[in-house]
């Protein structure tokens, strides 16, 4: 079995931007109820505040004294600091691979300006933060949230040691490591277009790191593309999962920020827990 980290802090639950606050305490608490938490090979963390040090490595002074104004900034400190903390963890090996609970997006974040529900860039920082600190170079991110990610784009776009896939609105490439995938119309299209596109570029890449920022604004009962069942999010995992155990050694870092109804999320979050941790829990679903 993996040891899996879970990484949470009450603030991303009880302060979460009004399109996550939908769930992201009852995605959390679920594991509780479900006793996941007490396996023995699932560690919870209580997620640290980033610094603003290491957030002015990524993102302007201008935007930083901007998202303090905005009413999110405790949030987003302890959002990112939730994405940093994890991949620490990871690359020290204290941990194989995590799940980041965060209460505010960070995908629209790019170095100048912010929007979106997204304040910081959790994974932007976190990959500063371990070059410095680790000298890893490598991170693939697979981004299935409903939107693009201009944010990541913008920061990494002359960074070919980072491979952005993400699917959005259209299938494009900036370059062989920027890559945009059309949305899917439906569980099995999404399965079968993440399999056909995906693992071939990820093997390529040769990432040190994978994160999976897991959208479930997709669902069929959120505000993005409408045409996810909370079945396919599993589904989805697990193809990840098998990509990091070929690529990279099992190392994952899922960021879930629960943006679809409590329903959704406490389906799918100790289910997501259960596949890094290889619990074999929910074989029958």
């Not at 390529?204 to 069942?229: A, M, N, Q, V």
Request: net charge negative.
């Amino acid at each position: 079995m993996k040891r899996s980290g879970v990484f949470y802090h009450k603030v991303c639950g009880e302060k979460a931007y009004f399109s996550l606050a939908m769930s992201v305490r009852e995605g959390f608490d679920i594991l509780q109820q479900e006793n996941l938490l007490t396996e023995p090979n699932i560690l919870l963390f209580e997620s640290e505040p980033v610094t603003e040090e290491l957030i002015l490595k990524v993102h302007a002074r201008t935007m930083l004294e901007s998202v303090k104004r905005s009413g999110y900034y405790e949030t987003a400190l302890y959002s990112t600091g939730s994405v940093v903390q994890a991949t620490e963890k990871v690359l020290t090996k204290e941990i194989d691979n995590a799940l980041a609970f965060v209460g505010v997006g960070g995908h629209h974040a790019g170095r100048t300006d912010y929007w979106g529900g997204c304040f910081l860039n959790p994974m932007a920082i976190a990959i500063e933060n371990a070059r410095q600190r680790f000298g890893t170079r490598r991170f693939a991110i697979v981004d299935t949230d409903t939107h693009h990610g201009d944010g990541t784009r913008e920061i990494f776009r002359e960074d070919e040691d980072v491979l952005h896939i993400c699917f959005c609105e259209r299938e494009h490439s900036d370059s062989e490591t920027k890559v945009c995938l059309s949305q899917a119309s439906n569980d099995e299209d999404s399965i079968s277009k993440l399999v056909r596109e995906v693992p071939l570029r990820i093997s390529d890449f040769k990432p040190e790191l994978i994160y999976w920022l897991c959208g479930l604004d997709t669902h069929k009962d959120s505000y993005g593309t409408r045409r996810l069942t909370e079945s396919c999010y599993p589904k989805l995992g697990a193809i990840i999962k098998d990509m990091a155990d070929n690529s990279c050694d099992g190392k994952l870092i899922v960021k879930i920020g629960c943006n679809a109804p409590a329903h959704v999320s406490e389906y799918v979050a100790p289910r997501i827990l259960s596949l890094l941790g290889e619990l074999n829990r929910y074989q029958g679903d």
